[in-house]
T-cell receptor
């Protein structure tokens, strides 16, 4: 069973905010929401993670709904270099295995 | 910044050859991982190591072995490469306990002919 659901693709204009949704309706109380991205032919890059509070770092913001059943990754000012596949996953922090779904292919257009 | 490096970005080998893929991390991480990534199959864990000389099998260890003689270095060995091992190989590392964010290297795209 898929633990997360993401739209297969989305476009974003350069310089605008990109809002990437993720549904995780079966998330458990001890599972974190993690976001990674993978630029073509490169290794996955960690972006951000959170449990229930909203989080922000130099790359992005993560907004988690109060019921924790969904979240949104926000790239505040998308650039062409943000074009990538974005993966939302839920996991407990001591789960040694990462598993990516299909992700969302984000294309930033000039 | 966390840095995970892999010995090669692209590699071409022949069937039956012994192949060594090396991974080095500079953040004193306890855990290191080898995955392979294939279209339609996603990310699959081959082996991981939680300490020097310690290793655990992942989901698809057959045809592979690993070595961790030093904390910063984790090697993946294909004893006798086969065409079905053509893939993107990804190394990752993470701190032990507590925060388990995994940081990945750039990947090695291996082609076995």
């Amino acid at each position: 069973d898929a633990k997360t659901t993401q739209p297969p693709s989305m476009d974003c204009a350069e310089g605008r905010a990109a809002n990437l949704p993720c549904n995780h309706s079966t998330i458990s109380g001890n599972e974190y929401v993690y976001w990674y991205r993978q630029i073509h032919s490169q290794g996955p890059q960690y972006i951000i993670h959170g449990l229930k509070n909203n989080e922000t770092n130099e790359m992005a913001s993560l907004i988690i709904t109060e019921d924790r059943k969904s979240s949104t990754l926000i790239l505040p000012h998308a650039t062409l270099r943000d074009t990538a596949v974005y993966y939302c996953i839920v996991r407990v922090t001591n789960d040694y295995k990462l598993s990516f779904g299909a992700g969302t292919t984000v294309t930033v257009r000039a | 910044d966390v840095k995970v490096t892999q010995s090669s970005r692209y590699l071409v080998k022949r069937t039956g050859e012994k192949v060594f893929l090396e991974c080095v991390q500079d953040m004193d991480h306890e855990n290191m991982f080898w995955y392979r990534q294939d279209p339609g199959l996603g990310l699959r864990l081959i082996y991981f190591s939680y300490d020097v000389k310690m290793k655990e099998k992942g989901d698809i260890p057959e045809g592979y072995s690993v070595s961790r003689e030093k904390k910063e270095r984790f090697s993946l060995i294909l004893e006798s490469a086969s065409t079905n091992q053509t893939s993107m190989y990804l190394c990752a590392s993470s701190f032990g306990g507590g925060s388990e964010t995994q940081y990945f290297g750039p990947g090695t795209r291996l082609l076995v002919l």
